[in-house]
């Protein structure tokens, strides 16, 4: 069986997110995609995204979005966004706060993974020690009033920062007794001085309890048994509640629950806690990107608790083949569990909201001119059906309780299973908003065997982890460095990093299908936790976009086929460069705006804010430094006083929302 879809050949970098692969051989493959479809595509007045009303939520459907739709609708925004829509720009601790051993902060699982691994995070300067770690970041612990300032100038009203766990809770249990917390006195000092001056500057707090630096003592408990984590997430979460939640009234309880699970347990090992569920311990084949990335897992939470075939666990232990599955799952209880605590001691005095952010790519049914209507509707089903792989997932349990049936039904008995008490305290979790943080786009169509048939779903003997998305992607990234693809292929042009593709329409074809599966179950709105990019670079191969404009020239919207020019790469040594007047960030920015702005206005969905990634230029995960998401540069490797210096987009930013947004 061809486990690689006709799109997938196509493409010369796929690539899971955070996870730096590429297959070069592959980029030759280009021209497979031909001449225009333009017969439905609607005439100007028609409604521009045409959504069923009626989709039950368990069944596998089309996304009720047709490419056509989406393209057309540009010009049409009308109406500004309101004057209380929440707007402004996202960091997380481990990324920009550096003091990593200051003031009695403990350990966090990234302390731990880069200080043992330094050669798994990228840098060209390894003679400086911190280049590959979070040790100093931007030193927000002690800048922060400069961090202010850059705010002021995108005309920020909210700011979306998070919470080191280990900095509040050095020994990683909250425990409150007789009153009183165990809590290290200067890490509460630290965050109230964050949320005062965020307030005597008029800018909203937004905080994240929980973005991927978990204490090291956690680490084991994330998989191995359920309670422990989750027991703890939901007092520390307490402590939050208690002490910040007077002047914090947005909570989101944790990050993008996949990528810290699938990337930092199944993919390795550019994430911690750096296991490599899916696959023996490797090297990474075809490393042009210069990642001197060391083959091997840790394993160190106890090759012990595994059996010689990695399979077959006493009770309680996932199996080794699924500990990403069971992080999501642990994930989500501790979510919950948390919701639960605010909702009963402080809602109703503190008055403020709680939800998740959950990731995941949009997914535009594949169309060229040899797709047949069948072919394209069965793509359709295909779009919905991968959505609820990749992104419901995640989100139907903390709107409805529990898992897409799609889901558990290919996954069988590999599911774990939420028990009644779990179901309930999940449902609605995330009622009073759901964050999203979108990046870039997926096709979806099924996948097709070598001769050209479809491969088929499994059975419901064949059910289980590896064959549940075997006719959408193989995502168990199965014999990589041959054209693998462990997530479908991305849409759009290359940004500068390589799962990271501009395609402006995913954040209307997301908020659209959000909308529509939750309807009436959101009561404040989508709010857009994170969008950004960094400019391309020459670290990244930019063999997308060949693909790409082709694919939009099929469907006769060639416009969205932008790409880059020489003079748009970044160069770290042309500061006159894009390194500050970075036009490729502005018009990422001007077209996912764009396209939220028609979501809001034309679609008429309940999108309640924006949080541009990122404040600043920061500790990239693996990406070290050397990848630059910022609208604020930071010379990090000669400038010891880490002067922020505002770039062009920060600037585009604070115009964008004095033309877009009431203006009280
Ligand atoms: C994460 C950020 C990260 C950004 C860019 C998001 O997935 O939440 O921490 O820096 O993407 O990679």
Redesign the pocket.
Known sequence: MKTLSIFTTLLAVSAA??CVVRNPTDSAKTNDVKAPVTDDIPSDNETPVNVDENTPLDKEEDSGIENSDIENSEDKPKGKLPADFKWGA???AY?VEGAWNTEGRGESVWDHFTHLYPMNVESSDRSNEDSTNGNVACDSYHKFDQDIAMMKIMKANHYRFSISWPRLFPEGQAKKVKGKWNVNKEGVEYYDMVIDTLLENNITPMATLY??DFHTLSMKSMVVGRLPFTRRFAKYAEFCFEHFGDRVKNWITT??PW?NCVSGYRLGPGKAPYRCTGEAPRKLANDTAGLDLLGGCSYEIGPSQYTKNHEALTANRPPQRLEDVWCSHNILIAHAKAVNVYRKKFQKKQKGLIGI?I?GEAQIPWQDDKTTPEELENNKKYANLAAEFRIGWYSDPPMIGDYPESVKQRMSKDMPVFTDEEKALLKGSSSDFLGW?T?TAHWAEQVKNEDGTYVQPPTDEEANFENSKRDMWDDNCRGRGEGWTCIPPTLGSQAG?S??TKFAPTIRVGLNWFSKRYEGLIKNGIVI??N?C?QPNYKVARANDEVTKKYFESIGQPKYADTYKEEDIEREDNLEGTLMHDTYRIDWYDQYLKNLRLAYAVDNIDVRGYMA??LLD????E?GYE?R?GMTYIDFYNDKEMKRVPKDSLEHLGQWYLENVEQN
Do not use: C, I, L
């Not at 920061?618 to 995960?621: L, M, Q, Y």
């Open positions: 997110k955070k996202a960091t997380a990324q973005h991927w990050n993008e990528v952010t990731d943080n990046y990093s799962w990271n936790t994170e950004g960094a990634w990122s920061n500790f990239e995960w990406n990848t998401f």
